[in-house]
């Protein structure tokens, strides 16, 4: 059976998309296989994997309103890394799920997603930044974990706080654990280093153990430049040192993650 992680923060921008991908990949390369299932408007899952979003007809939506088999949306970007795309038609899921009964409603995603863990080690799902939305409410129920990526600065401190407080709601029955990963870190900037501590120390006071709070990914345009050209992060890597040094940010990052969920560490 797989487990299921759903990457979520209120915030835009902060690298959802980013680190779910590259954390893919980074358990792909160790063995696991891997789903991503885009919960977004934007299609950046699709995207990210270089190829065109106009290109699919049939995306989440259809299928979690039974009109596409698995089989239909479920698309290979390598043998062992999958993904079903998005586009803006997953709104709509909303509207359709205002059909069912208030408990139906909250089991929607899950119960399309549970047919899934039989045949991949990890699902994970993708959302939109945007606060108490009921796709993001639908995919933490689906969820075993949460990721919640946030960049060092006062607004994303804010929307952490406001995350995990949605996600606590979330705690017990539907979701085991989260945990929260600092992404763009320029790690050679003493003051932003700082400012890290600050804000890691502000989210423990709130209740955060800092066991959950996985290791930085650093700041590199590589990331960027990667997607802009066309070309992977682990291919750039080859051949670029900073490419590299944020490959190896999510080894470090995906080991201290499967040995936190494998090994159950984390409650
Ligand atoms: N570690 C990093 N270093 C440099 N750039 C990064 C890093 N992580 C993400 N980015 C860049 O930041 C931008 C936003 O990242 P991404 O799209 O993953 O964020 P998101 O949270 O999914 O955004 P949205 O809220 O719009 O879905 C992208 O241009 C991405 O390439
Ligand atoms: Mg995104």
Request: a neutral charge.
């Given at each position: 059976?797989?487990?299921?992680?759903?990457?979520?923060?209120?915030?835009?921008?902060?690298?959802?998309?980013?680190?779910?991908?590259?954390?893919?990949?980074?358990?792909?390369?160790?063995?696991?296989?891997?789903?991503?299932?885009?919960?977004?408007?934007?299609?950046?899952?699709?995207?990210?994997?270089?190829?065109?979003?106009?290109?699919?007809?049939?995306?989440?939506?259809?299928?979690?309103?039974?009109?596409?088999?698995?089989?239909?949306?479920?698309h290979?970007?390598?043998?062992?890394?999958?993904?079903?795309?998005?586009?803006e038609?997953?709104?709509?899921?909303?509207?359709?799920?205002?059909?069912?009964?208030?408990?139906?409603r909250?089991?929607?995603?899950?119960?399309?997603?549970?047919?899934?863990?039989?045949?991949?080690?990890?699902?994970?799902?993708?959302?939109?930044?945007?606060?108490?939305?009921?796709?993001?409410?639908?995919?933490?129920v689906?969820?075993d974990?949460?990721?919640?990526?946030?960049?060092?600065?006062?607004?994303?401190?804010?929307?952490?706080?406001?995350?995990?407080?949605?996600?606590?709601?979330?705690?017990?029955?539907?979701?085991?654990?989260?945990?929260?990963?600092?992404?763009?870190?320029?790690?050679?900037?003493?003051?932003?280093?700082?400012?890290?501590?600050?804000?890691?120390?502000?989210?423990?006071?709130?209740?955060?153990?800092?066991?959950?709070?996985?290791?930085?990914?650093?700041?590199?345009?590589?990331?960027?430049?990667?997607?802009?050209?066309?070309?992977?992060?682990?291919?750039?890597?080859?051949?670029?040192?900073?490419?590299?040094?944020?490959?190896?940010?999510?080894?470090?990052?995906?080991?201290?993650?499967?040995?936190?969920?494998?090994?159950?560490?984390?409650?």
């Amino acid at each position: 059976m797989g487990y299921v992680i759903t990457t979520a923060n209120s915030k835009g921008g902060v690298g959802k998309t980013t680190v779910t991908r590259l954390i893919a990949e980074t358990l792909v390369r160790k063995g696991k296989t891997v789903c991503i299932i885009d919960m977004c408007q934007n299609s950046s899952i699709a995207t990210g994997f270089l190829s065109d979003r106009e290109q699919f007809n049939k995306t989440t939506y259809e299928w979690l309103i039974g009109e596409a088999k698995p089989s239909e949306v479920i698309h290979q970007h390598s043998e062992f890394l999958h993904f079903i795309p998005s586009n803006e038609k997953i709104d709509d899921f909303k509207v359709f799920a205002n059909k069912m009964t208030v408990k139906k409603r909250l089991y929607s995603v899950d119960r399309k997603v549970n047919t899934l863990r039989n045949f991949y080690d990890y699902i994970l799902i993708d959302t939109h930044p945007s606060e108490n939305d009921d796709l993001v409410a639908y995919s933490f129920v689906a969820s075993d974990y949460v990721l919640v990526p946030f960049e060092v600065d006062e607004d994303s401190r804010v929307a952490v706080h406001r995350t995990v407080e949605i996600i606590n709601d979330f705690m017990q029955e539907d979701i085991k654990g989260y945990f929260l990963i600092p992404n763009k870190v320029n790690t050679t900037n003493q003051k932003i280093n700082h400012q890290l501590e600050t804000m890691i120390d502000s989210f423990v006071n709130k209740g955060v153990k800092r066991a959950n709070i996985l290791s930085r990914i650093r700041y590199s345009t590589t990331v960027s430049t990667a997607k802009n050209e066309k070309i992977s992060l682990e291919k750039l890597a080859q051949k670029n040192t900073y490419a590299k040094n944020v490959v190896n940010d999510f080894v470090e990052l995906t080991d201290k993650l499967i040995s936190a969920i494998e090994g159950s560490a984390v409650k």
